[in-house]
């Protein structure tokens, strides 16, 4: 049994943290920058742009997401953070935005604005409603892939709640935790409905992002309610290709740079 506090040398030489917030809490500027740096992203055609991260995840193969794994929580953590590190190259203060679709808001408006408006305040189309999904990915998906992502909500009484949320934090075993966050998580994609059900595209919607970082968020706040639990020694050397990255190398999310805004600072939500 090993507690894991040092991090390797690449990983620790990160200077100041970057906040992951609400998106329901952004401010103007930041979700404008947020935007462009998604829109920069979209116009990249190589392996920096936005088709090539999406791909990762499901279709073109190799199909590398982790699901109903040991790996579900670890691998994601890895997407994101090399996807944010994309983003930032385009605008260095993007950080992904995560959804609590657990909250009153969500209760009441569903998906967030910032992802389902049309266009901008500059009247620019919004990347984050939606994304085209390369020629590849379609020709391997068969000939009922989508050419462009599409959702469809389903009502809002069924989104989970915060006791849900409570519950999940409350378990004290980290495969149940990730176990039952996972459902609650397979739960949201068929919520959101169209393209995000289906693994080979989730990824190609911007929403399937706000939506990973709110699970990584949850997994986040359960190691602070949980400082003493670990994992076991076989897991925590597992390699998460394509990610250049283990298992024990995702565990903290400081020495990878970011943290999330809420809870690290009350002055940050509703700012
Ligand atoms: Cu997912």
């Not at 996807?83 to 950080?95: F, N, Q, Y």
């Not at 209760?107 to 994304?131: F, I, M, R």
């Not at 929403?207 to 990584?216: L, Q, W």
């Not at 998460?240 to 940050?268: C, E, H, K, M």
Request: glycine share 6%; proline share 8%; with cysteine.
């Amino acid at each position: 049994m090993t507690v894991v506090t040092t991090q390797p040398a690449q990983l620790a030489t990160q200077t100041p943290l970057s906040f992951r917030k609400n998106v329901a809490v952004l401010r103007a500027d930041q979700l404008a920058a947020f935007r462009r740096a998604v829109a920069a992203s979209m116009a990249v055609s190589d392996d920096r742009g936005w088709q090539h991260w999406a791909g990762l995840h499901g279709l073109p193969l190799p199909m590398y997401c982790q699901h109903h794994t040991p790996l579900f929580l670890p691998w994601h953590r890895a997407y994101l953070y090399y996807l944010e590190l994309t983003l930032k190259e385009h605008e260095i203060t993007a950080t992904l935005p995560w959804w609590d679709w657990s909250a009153p808001l969500s209760h009441t408006e569903g998906l967030p604005a910032a992802y389902t408006a049309d266009t901008g305040p500059d009247e620019a189309p919004n990347p984050l409603a939606g994304a085209d999904i390369n020629d590849l990915a379609q020709q391997q998906g068969g000939p009922d892939s989508p050419a462009h992502t599409s959702r469809q909500p389903d009502a809002l009484n069924r989104l989970p709640t915060p006791a849900n949320v409570q519950q999940l934090l409350a378990l004290g075993d980290f495969f149940d935790f990730q176990q039952q966050l996972e459902q609650v998580h397979d739960n949201m994609h068929v919520w959101v409905g169209g393209t995000m059900q289906e693994i080979p595209f989730a990824a190609y919607d911007p929403i399937f992002f706000a939506h990973h970082a709110m699970i990584d968020r949850l997994w986040r706040l359960w190691q602070l309610r949980h400082p003493t639990a670990v994992l076991p020694d076989n897991l925590l050397n597992e390699a998460l290709p394509p990610f250049n990255i283990t298992v024990w190398q995702t565990l903290s999310v400081t020495a990878l740079g970011y943290d999330y805004a809420s809870f690290s600072s009350r002055a940050q939500v509703g700012g």
